[in-house]
């Protein structure tokens, strides 16, 4: 039987938690629980065919350095990046699906010899292959604010990953407020899952959402990032404990992205603490980021393509609906900030001469036609500039 271990090519598969200096800590495929337990490689060899047994001739028991225990299920080696790598640029981002070769499985060593293609790419946090974005707020204390959670859900769309909406601190507001709230971000979209890391009431719920995947947790300060990652990972403050203090400390003091193993399978990676995440899309594509517009749009289309949904005829978006003001806002903030990059990029000319039908001209704002443009869903994914920026 051939688990998820090797490729087909018999390649020793991994996954980057987290780099430190020249190295990447890297969490081996093999020793999956569906396959075997860690140090119960003999059990495994023994299931294993011929072929993969010639391929690894010198498989030992892997066990992970002690610096990193408590022990993982998957084994962790501390690789450098092959030469090779380095000639062709090729970088290693933490998330990234990579080749190791060469396990010193006693040392706990092993080399990077090949990454391989992203699904996604963010920024920020640098993590390639993301699947979601946990966005965590809380129904009080501090209080739950419409426009700033609006702000972070148009950030957290423009990446283009799926958003999970969850609110803490469900103890704190009685069911009557939870299911008000509950139907109010039914109108924007979303679906919310409520919890109280607290009163430990809908974690194994949470937990299942994110299972096998990556996941990123984004939220402002105060409304239990942390708190909610000890609850699902208990380990996770020892774990930190011996690499980079406690948690909460690691969290505040550096920009290093780690990611963490989920009990139930999957990845999560805690982030810095950050404020306002900034609104840096196209004024064109902003309307995309709001799902209950969205909707409308995918049904119709505004009588112009090109329409910003203010005040054009024919627009099928404008209206009465509660974010709509929201739109509004980020919209202007959208048309500012290309604006200025338009400047930026030429100073001299912030006009351009169009040509329109019938061999009329006319003087019309530049843009950055690069810029301006509808971008793909992989430049998207690339973006998460400035959402999560260090306390200090
Ligand atoms: N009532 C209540 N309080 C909670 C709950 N979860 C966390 N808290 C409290 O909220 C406060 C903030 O929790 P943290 O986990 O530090 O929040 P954070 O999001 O990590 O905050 P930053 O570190 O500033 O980013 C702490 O005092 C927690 O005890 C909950 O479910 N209910
Ligand atoms: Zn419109």
Redesign the pocket.
């Known amino acids: 039987m051939k688990g998820e271990t090797f490729s087909t090519t018999g390649q020793l598969l991994g996954t980057v938690l987290a780099v430190q200096a020249n190295f990447y800590r890297v969490q081996l495929d093999l020793g999956d629980k569906e396959t075997w337990g860690q140090g119960d490689l003999g059990d495994k060899e023994d299931k294993e065919d011929k072929e993969d047994k010639e391929e690894f001739p010198t498989l030992s028991p892997p066990s992970p350095p002690s610096s990193l225990s408590p022990p993982s299920p998957h084994p962790l080696l501390l690789c450098t990046r092959r030469t090779r790598l380095k000639k062709i640029g090729q970088q290693v981002m933490v998330g990234d699906r990579v080749v190791v070769e060469e396990p010193d499985w006693a040392g706990g060593r092993g080399a990077i010899a090949f990454v391989l293609p992203r699904d996604s790419e963010l920024d920020r946090p640098a993590i390639a292959n993301v699947n979601q974005i946990l966005l965590?707020f809380?129904v009080a204390?501090p209080p739950l604010e419409p426009y700033q959670l609006s702000r972070f859900l148009v950030k957290a769309e423009s990446t283009g990953l799926d958003v999970v909406l969850c609110l803490?601190?469900?103890?704190?507001v009685s069911t009557q407020v939870q299911s008000e709230i509950s139907d109010r971000l039914l109108g924007w979209g979303y679906q919310t899952l409520f919890?109280?890391?607290?009163?430990n009431i809908n974690i194994d719920k949470l937990s299942c959402q994110l299972q096998d995947k990556i996941t990123v947790l984004a939220?402002?300060?105060?409304?239990?990032?942390?708190?909610?990652i000890n609850a699902l990972i208990p380990n996770a403050q020892l774990r930190v404990g011996e690499v980079s203090g406690k948690l909460?400390r690691g969290?505040?003091t550096t920009r290093h992205v780690e990611l963490f193993e989920l009990p139930l399978g999957g990845l999560l990676a805690d982030t810095p603490?950050f404020n306002q995440p900034d609104i840096d899309c196209t004024p064109e594509e902003l309307i995309c980021y709001f799902p209950e517009a969205r909707q409308k749009l995918a049904v119709d289309s505004c009588r112009f393509s090109d329409c910003l949904h203010r005040d054009e005829p024919g627009c099928l978006v404008r209206g009465e609906w509660e974010r709509y003001e929201h739109y509004l806002e980020f919209l202007e903030q959208a048309i500012a900030r290309q604006t200025q990059i338009n400047q930026q990029a030429d100073p001299e000319s912030t006009q351009k001469l169009k040509t329109k039908g019938k061999g009329q001209t006319q003087y019309e704002p530049k843009l950055e036609s690069k810029k301006y443009r509808r971008v793909s869903r992989k430049t998207q994914q690339q973006t998460l500039q400035n959402l999560y920026q260090d306390?200090e």
């Not at 803490?168 to 704190?172: A, H, T």
């Open positions: 965590l809380a204390d803490n601190k469900g103890d704190l919890i109280s890391v607290n009163n939220g402002p300060s105060g409304v239990g990032k942390s708190s909610l909460s969290r505040h603490g306390e």
